[in-house]
């Protein structure tokens, strides 16, 4: 058993459990081992965050099953799937990992494309047999995928993380800033640095070179 990447992006798609759930894996777990291999991309975690942390606790072995994806992207709505498929997940949950693939397949079928399908550019390139897709229904779509009304699709509200972890999301963003602006002044300082030694050295090598025709005159 290696130490698995924990990669916060991926780990945040999944819908966090109940206490009474989180307790109940870890019965099991105690009672019975890690039974499902956890789903790792390379050495990445895909599947089974709770599962590795409780066997990490309590040094359980585990099994691990490689799947390999084109993309981040690829990865991303697997998991989506996979949680949609396994749990038994609140609407708005339903509606926020839907929406999220719905996304991330849009991306790859631009990229497939070369590029935004919806343009000028796509569209000129077309024979006149050539149809452009029609204008999609975001809420349509996903009301039909979830066997819902679109009404209710509305009327759903979409999870957001609690207030603490909205804190520290953006602690981290302004943490992360700051470096970023630390690491440009940095950089400007040695530009102008470099530039001031560049213009000594020109200066002292032209003045030298000036002293030399002098003496030669």
């Not at 459990?17 to 989180?22: G, S």
């Not at 019975?32 to 390379?42: F, N, P, S, T």
């Not at 996979?82 to 079928?109: C, F, H, P, S, V």
């Amino acid at each position: 058993m290696g130490i698995l990447k924990i990669d916060p992006e991926f780990k945040s798609l999944i819908p966090p459990l109940t206490p009474d759930e989180r307790a109940g894996l870890e019965a099991s777990i105690l009672t019975e081992g890690c039974r499902d291999a956890l789903i790792v991309w390379g050495d990445i975690l895909i599947d089974g965050h709770n599962r590795y942390e409780i066997c990490t606790k309590h040094n359980i072995p585990y099994k691990t099953q490689q799947i390999e994806f084109a993309s981040r992207a690829e990865a991303r709505i697997w998991i989506r799937k996979n949680q949609l498929a396994r749990r038994n997940l609140t609407d708005g949950w339903k509606i926020e990992l839907e929406l999220g693939n719905k996304q991330d397949l849009l991306e790859i079928g631009k990229a497939k494309l070369g590029g935004d399908h919806k343009s000028e550019k796509y569209k000129s390139s077309l024979s006149k047999n050539d149809k452009v897709d029609p204008p999609h229904n975001t809420r349509a779509i996903i009301a039909e995928s979830l066997g819902m009304s679109t009404g209710k699709v509305a009327r759903l509200p979409i999870p957001v993380p609690p207030d603490d972890e909205q804190h520290r999301i953006v602690a981290e963003v302004d943490r992360r800033l700051s470096i970023v602006r630390e690491v440009e002044a940095e950089v400007d300082a040695n530009l102008k640095r470099a530039q001031s030694l560049r213009q000594a050295i020109l200066a002292k090598a032209f003045g030298r070179a000036n002293e030399a025709v002098r003496s030669l005159a």
